[in-house]
């Protein structure tokens, strides 16, 4: 029983390393950082986005500040030719914009969190892609080295290959 135990294993772990080598890991890692390069592009283009919408919400809110100045300039000169019914058509739209304002100062605070949330994660992301780059980068240098037949440098010789190759050479010095 010991015996199919050990037969069975053997098999599964060839079959495991047949299926490594057909999925082909750098194959794999190539394609995960070219998915990992479209999705820091893509955020990269959502921060710019957000950008342009951060410009037109100041465009908009220096206009309504703007208003609100010339309201107050107009809004003096009707309370000083005592004009109470102008004065309260320039009231009105002054309230409307101190509300449109605040709904502006809103949006912007929103869209800076947003923004500062967007730029870390294209940071932490940016981080991750250098490292996969990199790891893919040795594993590629790692097979090129293996199909390219380079001589192994002397330094990466195991102590067990040369007790190995000290008895050969003995055995074999014994036998001539």
Same mark, same amino acid.
Do not use: W, Y
């Given at each position: ?9 053997? !098999? ?15 194959? +794999? ?7 990992? +390069? ?5 955020? /990269? ?5 957000? +950008? ?14 703007? #208003?609100?100045?010339? !309201? #107050? ?18 009231? /009105? ?6 509300? +449109? ?14 923004? /500062? ?60």
């Amino acid at each position: 029983m010991a015996l199919i135990t050990r037969l069975s294993r053997l !098999f599964e772990a060839d079959f495991h390393a047949v299926l490594d080598r057909i999925e082909e890991p750098d194959l +794999q890692l190539k394609q995960a950082v070219r998915e990992m +390069q479209f999705a820091l592009d893509q955020d /990269r283009q959502r921060l710019k986005l957000l +950008q342009h919408e951060a410009e037109q919400l100041a465009r908009a809110t220096s206009g309504v500040l703007a #208003d609100l100045k010339g !309201f #107050d300039e107009e809004l003096d000169i009707c309370l000083a030719a005592k004009k109470d019914d102008l004065a309260r058509d320039l009231l /009105r739209r002054k309230l409307a914009g101190d509300r +449109q304002l605040q709904v502006l100062k809103h949006q912007s605070a929103g869209i800076d969190a947003q923004q /500062r949330q967007l730029a870390a994660d294209i940071e932490e992301q940016s981080q991750q892609l250098n490292s996969m780059k990199q790891k893919l980068e040795l594993l590629v240098s790692e097979d090129t080295a293996a199909a390219g037949g380079e001589f192994a440098r002397a330094d990466s010789i195991r102590n067990e290959e040369i007790e190995i190759a000290l008895l050969r050479e003995k055995e074999r010095r014994a036998k001539s």
